[in-house]
């Protein structure tokens, strides 16, 4: 279907090269994707660190008017200073030891946001996609001129009016002080940070659209005075000074995807000062059953009988004629194209069939590399109606809460509840009031995010309070860090399953 082909080209266009694709593809045959083989060894890319100009290795970003760290050989002590300066290049050459080298995929990862397509997505929004896909149960009803103008508006400002809203919230926290945007793409927030009174910006993009693009920007807003747009990955550029507040929009697909976060940790704990704000503050993942029939039927059911073929066979001698053959016959491989992989796509409250499970929830002033890595837990729902089971959806909220209180940075959240319910999970909700919520839920307003779906390859007929059980693990792939290897395990009316998806 061109919206599936849509989908998977833009994904791999977005974060393989096309000659890459290629080599993945055919390099390794006994690779399978949501098949329940032997795990196969991922293949680790080579450490060789891709070519890079000086430039880009020593660009730096300093306080205006500042003196070099290595100035003090010039000063009085002779070889006092000498020596302290010996012990600062041994602590930086141990740090950088340290660092995660920049692969291949980084490269091309950073390559893909390059494009000034993505970028515009994200701010825009292609709200024909999320309004005029087959797969939107939006479609089904007579949306007309007037709420679908409304609809765009809506989606245009979700993402980037609640960072913004977000930036003027807490500009008591932000007027006056330094601010680094991590993965700043065209600089739009470091520029809403700016315009909130901070002192100094430092924009991170390790993407040439840093270079090529967030430059003019700033330089059109006559910004060039507060905010430093500095091209590299977050573990190589080098600010001399602490930062009063992190900004990143770092969520990705699932929120894990493309593992961002983590650049988000490194400059938290390269740069953070205690107490300093953090945006956003902290991130829930969910995961809920849903039920989907449109979406399978347009998928799978159209090939159990295309134009009465299959009728035929009653007629028709087959061996003889091998010109009248059964089109359900291309039933598995339609399965296999429609429901392989994941799917990023829209939903509305309807197809949820229970209260949503938290898989995740991130603090992001104490979350670490190391817990990102695989990301485990078991669920336990009840169905809330009579349908029959598509798969599961998975969705993120992230709140804009304040600063941490304490200088270790841990930080204490009132405004979740979390009340256990037959052993699972109820949604966590955010009090309004009490701090602003991104939410990419069904039920609120689209964003780019969408949801992301994990579908069967056949689906279970549920009763109502029927129990559906079983566990999910999400882990980085060994090939490629960017990849996320699923793992859902699911069991109802005795009958139990596992899935396994990639998503690339």
């Known amino acids: 279907r061109r919206h599936d082909i849509h989908l998977k080209q833009k994904a791999f266009k977005r974060f393989v090269p096309i000659g890459w694709l290629s080599q993945m593809m055919y390099s390794n045959p006994t690779h399978s994707n949501g098949y329940h083989q032997q795990p196969q060894q991922d293949h680790h890319p080579t450490d060789r660190r891709p070519e890079m100009s000086h430039g880009q290795r020593a660009r730096r970003g300093r306080r205006p008017g500042s003196r070099s760290r290595d100035s003090s050989r010039d000063g009085h002590d002779g070889a006092g200073s000498l020596r302290v300066s010996d012990q600062k290049n041994l602590q930086q050459q141990q740090q950088q030891q340290q660092r995660p080298p920049c692969t291949e995929f980084d490269m091309a990862y950073f390559h893909s946001y390059a494009h000034v397509g993505i970028h515009e997505e994200m701010i825009k929004f292609d709200h024909n996609f999320s309004l005029l896909s087959s797969f939107s149960c939006r479609v089904k009803a007579n949306v007309d001129r007037n709420e679908k103008k409304m609809l765009r508006k809506e989606g245009d400002q979700v993402r980037t009016e609640t960072y913004r809203q977000a930036i003027m919230q807490h500009q008591s926290s932000i007027e006056g002080k330094v601010v680094v945007d991590v993965g700043c793409g065209t600089g739009i927030l470091s520029i809403f940070c700016a315009q909130a009174g901070a002192k100094r910006v430092y924009a991170v993009d390790a993407s040439e659209i840093a270079l090529q693009q967030a430059n003019e920007v700033v330089k059109a807003n006559n910004l060039s005075d507060t905010v430093i747009v500095l091209h590299g990955r977050v573990e190589d550029v080098e600010i001399d000074e602490e930062v009063d507040v992190i900004i990143s929009e770092w969520m990705g697909y699932m929120l894990l995807y493309e593992s961002m976060l983590g650049s988000v940790i490194i400059a938290r704990d390269r740069w953070l000062k205690p107490g300093g704000l953090i945006l956003?503050?902290?991130?829930?993942?969910?995961?809920?059953?849903?039920?989907?029939?449109?979406?399978?039927?347009?998928?799978?059911?159209?090939?159990?009988?295309?134009?009465?073929?299959?009728?035929?066979?009653?007629?028709?001698?087959?061996?003889?004629?091998?010109?009248?053959?059964?089109?359900?016959?291309?039933?598995?491989?339609?399965?296999?194209?429609?429901?392989?992989?994941?799917?990023?796509?829209?939903?509305?409250?309807?197809?949820?069939?229970?209260?949503?499970?938290?898989?995740?929830?991130?603090?992001?002033?104490?979350?670490?590399?190391?817990?990102?890595?695989?990301?485990?837990?078991?669920?336990?729902?009840?169905?809330?109606?009579?349908?029959?089971?598509?798969?599961?959806?998975?969705?993120?909220?992230?709140?804009?809460?304040?600063?941490?209180?304490?200088?270790?940075?841990?930080?204490?959240?009132?405004?979740?509840?979390?009340?256990?319910?037959?052993?699972?999970?109820?949604?966590?909700?955010?009090?309004?009031?009490?701090?602003?919520?991104?939410?990419?839920?069904?039920?609120?307003?689209?964003?780019?995010?969408?949801?992301?779906?994990?579908?069967?390859?056949?689906?279970?007929?549920?009763?109502?309070?029927?129990?559906?059980?079983?566990?999910?693990?999400?882990?980085?792939?060994?090939?490629?860090?960017?990849?996320?290897?699923?793992?859902?395990?699911?069991?109802?009316?005795?009958?139990?399953?596992?899935?396994?998806?990639?998503?690339?």
């Open 280 to 504: 956003p503050s902290h991130a829930t993942l969910y995961i809920a059953p849903v039920t989907h029939p449109d979406r399978y039927s347009e998928s799978i059911d159209f090939w159990r009988n295309v134009y009465g073929i299959d009728k035929l066979l009653g007629v028709f001698d087959t061996q003889k004629d091998p010109c009248v053959f059964a089109v359900s016959a291309m039933m598995p491989l339609a399965k296999q194209c429609a429901f392989e992989e994941p799917c990023v796509e829209t939903i509305v409250g309807e197809n949820i069939l229970t209260w949503p499970h938290v898989v995740k929830h991130v603090d992001c002033y104490t979350v670490t590399i190391g817990e990102l890595e695989s990301v485990h837990t078991k669920y336990n729902f009840k169905s809330m109606m009579r349908a029959p089971l598509h798969g599961f959806a998975f969705w993120f909220d992230v709140e804009f809460a304040g600063p941490a209180m304490s200088p270790t940075h841990s930080h204490a959240q009132p405004s979740l509840t979390e009340t256990p319910v037959d052993g699972n999970q109820r949604k966590k909700r955010v009090n309004p009031n009490e701090a602003l919520v991104l939410s990419t839920a069904p039920e609120d307003p689209p964003t780019h995010w969408q949801q992301t779906l994990i579908y069967f390859y056949e689906p279970i007929d549920v009763e109502q309070d029927q129990l559906i059980e079983g566990s999910v693990t999400l882990s980085q792939s060994k090939e490629n860090a960017r990849f996320m290897n699923i793992h859902l395990e699911y069991a109802s009316g005795g009958r139990s399953f596992v899935k396994e998806s990639v998503m690339r």
